[in-house]
């Protein structure tokens, strides 16, 4: 430990250094002493029949200072790099460290270390993922870490390494290399998890080149099944991730287990969360691709965009296309007023028949929480051909029951209830009114 003493003006480490003997050795020293001073040759002795209760003090006292820590009597502050049990102590030199401008902490942690000042290479022996690098919020583990300052290399060795991001979520590797002065990293065998497309998806491949601009992977693996070995997942031999959350793959695989079912030249997707505006996911099969049949229709549907207004509103317009049916036209407008506890939709739906022809359809609800005792609440929908849903449409409420349009108003008093309703129904299964 006395070549990592050098690096001290370079940053500030956890290592663990000799403290005193512990309070049982002290008392088996003691007696030792006693068992040593009582097999002494020459008779009988004072210290063979009885220890007076004044030397034994002294002799307590003195086994006393091996244990006693700098600062304990003499008023001075312990070491800043002298470790507790389990944390730093933060004197105020330390402090005073961390609080310069342009300087950042970096804390080393293992069962051993090597630092070779000629050559300015800094080893972290240990086992078990035990070696650990901590900076900025950000964790690098492994069994050991080896550091090349002068060619700015930092590189894991051992079984598992993992890497611990500030805000994001845990990478696990074969081995990370990074180097500093092209601010990029490597990992091999890397495994993490990611949420995107409203799920929760299990990635694992090679990553050659991972930086704060771009990163590129090779031979991903991606799945949302949870088991050790998944009942599907895809496979992208090259693979870009942008800063901006996007995710663009070539020559994209699924299988089934292990059998390979479906081919895609390239894949684009955003691997955010939450709502933004963007394009909307497109829509359609396998058999719209290559159809099993010639009486097989092509639907494609989902074609559009959707606009985030802001925390409390969004929208959306699409396009949808059936072979030898229609072109529909589909938007809808929703929004959340909390401060009036009011909220709403609305959605509609154009649809321009292919042997001519046109057919509207709509519906819209609006809830109002007047006060803690009064409600409003509206609902209606309408639609200009009921065959042409019953035929067309995959709700089954709008398939077997009826289009209902509803109003209500209820206030409730001390006594009781007052409510006031109206409803409409639209049977689908004649023309009933």
Not at 130 to 139: A, K, M, Q, W, Y
Not at 268 to 276: A, F, I, V
Not at 399 to 407: A, L, R
């Amino acid at each position: 430990m006395a070549a990592c003493n050098a690096a001290r003006t370079r940053c500030a480490g956890v290592r663990r250094i000799a403290r005193g003997p512990s309070r049982g050795f002290r008392r088996v020293l003691y007696w030792a002493i006693l068992a040593g001073a009582c097999a002494l040759p020459g008779g009988p002795s004072p210290l063979s029949a009885q220890v007076s209760d004044s030397l034994r003090a002294a002799m307590l006292e003195r086994l006393e200072r091996l244990d006693r820590r700098v600062g304990d009597s003499t008023g001075l502050l312990p070491d800043s790099l002298e470790e507790a049990e389990e944390d730093v102590t933060r004197d105020s030199t330390l402090l005073a460290l961390l609080e310069l401008e342009d300087y950042g902490l970096v804390e080393y942690r293992s069962e051993g270390a090597s630092y070779d000042p000629m050559n300015s290479i800094l080893m972290l022996l240990g086992s078990g993922g035990n070696s650990v690098l901590t900076r900025d919020g950000r964790e690098l583990s492994g069994d050991s870490l080896f550091f090349d300052e002068a060619a700015g290399r930092l590189v894991t060795f051992g079984e598992v390494a993992n890497y611990k991001a500030q805000d994001g979520n845990d990478l696990k590797a074969d081995r990370f290399i990074y180097d500093l002065r092209e601010q990029r990293g490597t990992a091999l065998g890397a495994s993490t998890e990611m949420g995107a497309m409203a799920g929760n998806w299990r990635v694992s491949g090679d990553f050659p080149s991972v930086s704060e601009t771009i990163s590129f992977g090779h031979d991903l693996m991606f799945t949302t099944c949870d088991k050790e070995h998944p009942h599907y997942h895809f496979v992208a031999t090259r693979t870009k991730l942008t800063p901006s959350g996007w995710m663009v793959a070539r020559n994209v695989v699924l299988y089934f287990w292990d059998v390979p079912v479906f081919w895609l030249p390239f894949l684009s997707q955003s691997t955010e969360q939450g709502r933004r505006t963007g394009l909307l996911p497109v829509r359609f099969s396998v058999n719209d691709i290559v159809r099993t049949s010639e009486s097989y229709s092509r639907r494609v549907s989902n074609i559009g965009y959707y606009w985030a207004i802001n925390d409390y509103a969004d929208a959306q317009v699409g396009l949808d296309w059936w072979s030898g049916n229609y072109t529909a036209l589909t938007g809808g407008l929703q929004y959340r007023w909390q401060r009036q506890f009011q909220d709403g939709r609305a959605d509609f739906r154009q649809f321009w028949r292919e042997n001519g022809g046109s057919e509207l359809a709509f519906n819209a609800r609006y809830n109002w929480q007047m006060s803690e005792r009064t409600q409003l609440r509206l609902s209606a929908r309408y639609a200009s051909s009921s065959s042409f849903v019953r035929q067309n449409s995959f709700d089954p409420r709008e398939v077997t029951q009826s289009i209902d349009s509803e109003g209500g108003y209820s206030r409730r008093f001390d006594w009781g209830n007052v409510a006031l309703n109206a409803v409409r129904k639209h049977y689908l299964s004649d023309d009933r009114k």
